[in-house]
């Protein structure tokens, strides 16, 4: 009887938990996140972006105009399922992987491959926009490891609690996380061993100047993009470098290299990849010059020349603040930096090296900033034309003048008269070429009148 007893009282509870369960399983709300609407959002463009349908976004809104749609109003995504909260935009920036986004994040990694869709740890490269679901709170800081350093090691030197850690960072063992990788670390910790690697003017654009900052006085950084070999200076505390983007390189990914000691003496190497994205520069009509002009056994002795007059790198920073126009207002630009350029029917495997001022007010032309001029003569194809280092690597050059009016060793302030708006050398007609190298790269100086470099 106490078998039978039991069997029962076990058939009871089975047939209580069975469809318990099952009512369990149906009560149970599918949770799907929502966006923010931002300004210049409409309905399509954030369909496109989550890649659902506007049609069920319509619906799972009750949206009664989709014209109507205002900034800031909260909307549900549906179709991406078992992700709760807010959906947001963030590039990537050094030193973030899969791995370390689903950390900060607080959300598992085959979520974060959902709502990107993509399975690939490979394009989540620097620059890159992914989507992802905002941190209800802000109780953790952000760190990273250094060679031969592990989390418990970490977690010891920052005063954390070595087991909080691992739980905020969904890891079971002190190696999980590999060197560089992003991890959390719980608020009110000691993060002052951190080394921090910043861009500045990401994403990575043809034609223009960037920064990166490494607050690290190690003697042994160095560091790549692409091809290009980064020059470091110290910077108050930290080092950086100001590099340009050759206005022809092609978009896409490039691998990104930098080494370092950080300040526990650790060797830090980065190796990541980073997104150089298009100009959009457009095409000039094209142009009919003399042909000596384009003749290579003659111009590329001229630019072999300034090369090798803009190649020393002077460490002394001699501008400060933004550059200013190098002619006086108005102004009239006559072609931008960038535009594809053909002469004489040639393919359009050119591309204009400066800005071309026009003459409007007058034919003044003024020191854009500080620095020494280095070089003074008569060129073939760029005329009459004066260069001045501002230093750190960077260089303004003027052409086409009519009139030189300083001197190689001269030093000048941003705002002297320097010479004469002319016609001389390959041009077309009376204007200023002012042209802007960073370390032998010619750049767009148009953003350098409104950025402070470096
Ligand atoms: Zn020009």
Same mark, same amino acid.
């Given at each position: 009887?106490k078998?039978f007893?039991?069997l029962?009282?076990?058939?009871?509870?089975?047939?209580?938990i069975?469809?318990?369960t099952?009512v369990?399983?149906?009560?149970e709300n599918?949770?799907?996140p929502v966006?923010?609407?931002?300004?210049?959002?409409?309905?399509n463009?954030?369909?496109?972006k989550?890649? @659902?349908? %506007?049609?069920?976004?319509i619906a799972?809104?009750n949206?009664?105009?989709?014209n109507l749609l205002s900034?800031?109003?909260?909307?549900?995504?549906p179709?991406?399922?078992?992700v709760? *909260?807010?959906l947001?935009y963030k /590039? @990537?920036s050094?030193?973030?992987?899969?791995?370390? +986004? /689903?950390r900060i994040?607080?959300?598992?990694?085959?979520? $974060?491959?959902?709502l990107?869709?993509?399975t690939s740890?490979s394009?989540f490269?620097i620059?890159s926009?992914? $989507?992802?679901v905002?941190?209800?709170?802000?109780s953790?800081?952000?760190?990273?490891?250094?060679?031969g350093?592990s989390?418990?090691?970490r977690s010891?030197l920052?005063? /954390?609690s070595?087991?909080?850690?691992t739980?905020l960072?969904?890891?079971?063992n002190?190696?999980?996380i590999?060197?560089?990788?992003?991890?959390i670390l719980?608020i009110?910790?000691n993060?002052d061993?951190?080394?921090n690697?910043e861009f500045?003017?990401?994403?990575l654009t043809q034609?223009?100047s960037a920064? $990166?900052n490494?607050?690290?006085?190690?003697?042994?950084?160095?560091g790549?993009?692409?091809?290009?070999?980064?020059k470091f200076?110290?910077?108050?505390?930290?080092q950086s470098?100001i590099?340009g983007?050759?206005a022809? =390189?092609? %978009? !896409?990914?490039y691998?990104f290299?930098?080494e370092f000691?950080n300040n526990?003496?650790?060797n830090v190497?980065i190796?990541? =990849?980073?997104?150089?994205?298009?100009?959009? #520069?457009?095409?000039?009509?094209?142009l009919?010059?003399d042909?000596?002009t384009?003749?290579?056994?003659l111009t590329?002795?001229?630019d072999?020349? $300034?090369?090798q007059?803009?190649s020393?790198?002077t460490t002394?920073?001699?501008?400060? *603040?933004?550059?200013?126009?190098?002619v006086?207002?108005?102004?009239?630009?006559k072609?931008?930096? !960038?535009?594809?350029?053909s #002469?004489?029917d040639?393919?359009?495997?050119?591309?204009?090296?400066?800005?071309?001022?026009?003459?409007?007010?007058n034919?003044?032309?003024?020191a854009?900033?500080?620095?020494?001029v280095v070089f003074?003569?008569s060129? +073939?194809t760029? !005329?009459? /034309?004066t260069?001045?280092d501002? *230093?750190? !690597? @960077?260089y303004?050059?003027?052409?086409?003048?009519?009139?030189?009016?300083?001197?190689e060793g001269q030093?000048?302030?941003?705002?002297?008269?320097?010479?004469?708006?002319?016609n001389?050398?390959?041009?077309?007609g009376?204007?200023l070429?002012?042209?802007?190298l960073?370390n032998?790269?010619?750049?767009?100086?148009l953003?350098?009148?409104?950025?402070?470099?470096?």
């Open positions: 009887m078998i007893k039991f029962f009282f076990l058939f009871f509870i089975i047939s209580w069975i469809p318990s099952a369990f399983g149906q009560s599918p949770e799907y966006y923010i609407v931002q300004p210049g959002d409409t309905i463009l954030i369909a496109i989550f890649n @659902v349908s %506007a049609t069920d976004i799972a809104n949206i009664t105009d989709p900034v800031s109003t909260p909307l549900v995504i179709g991406i399922k078992g709760s *909260g807010v947001t /590039a @990537v050094i030193g973030e992987n899969p791995d370390s +986004l /689903a994040y607080q959300i598992p990694k085959d979520v $974060i491959f959902r990107n869709q993509t740890p394009e490269y620059g926009n992914v $989507i992802l905002e941190s209800p709170e802000n953790y800081q952000q760190s990273s490891l250094s060679s350093d989390l418990f090691e010891i920052e005063n /954390a070595f087991w909080e850690t739980i960072n969904q890891v079971d002190p190696w999980a590999l060197p560089k990788e992003t991890f719980p009110g910790t993060n061993n951190q080394t690697v500045i003017g990401l994403p034609g223009k920064v $990166i490494v607050n690290s006085m190690s003697q042994d950084l160095s790549r993009v692409g091809n290009l070999e980064l200076f110290s910077n108050n505390s930290q470098s590099f983007i050759h022809m =390189l092609p %978009a !896409g990914l691998p290299h930098l000691k526990l003496d650790q190497v190796d990541q =990849l980073i997104l150089i994205q298009q100009g959009f #520069y457009p095409q000039d009509p094209p009919q010059v042909p000596s384009l003749d290579e056994s590329k002795p001229e072999d020349l $300034i090369f007059v803009t020393p790198f002394e920073q001699l501008w400060s *603040g933004v550059f200013n126009y190098p006086d207002e108005p102004v009239c630009i072609s931008w930096f !960038g535009n594809r350029r #002469y004489n040639q393919p359009y495997n050119r591309f204009h090296t400066g800005v071309d001022f026009g003459v409007c007010a034919l003044n032309i003024y854009p900033a500080d620095g020494k003074t003569d060129l +073939l760029r !005329g009459n /034309a260069l001045i501002h *230093g750190l !690597g @960077v303004s050059g003027f052409w086409h003048q009519e009139t030189i009016l300083v001197e030093f000048v302030k941003a705002g002297d008269l320097i010479g004469t708006i002319g001389t050398g390959r041009s077309t009376p204007h070429h002012w042209e802007l960073v032998g790269i010619q750049v767009d100086p953003p350098w009148l409104e950025t402070v470099f470096p």
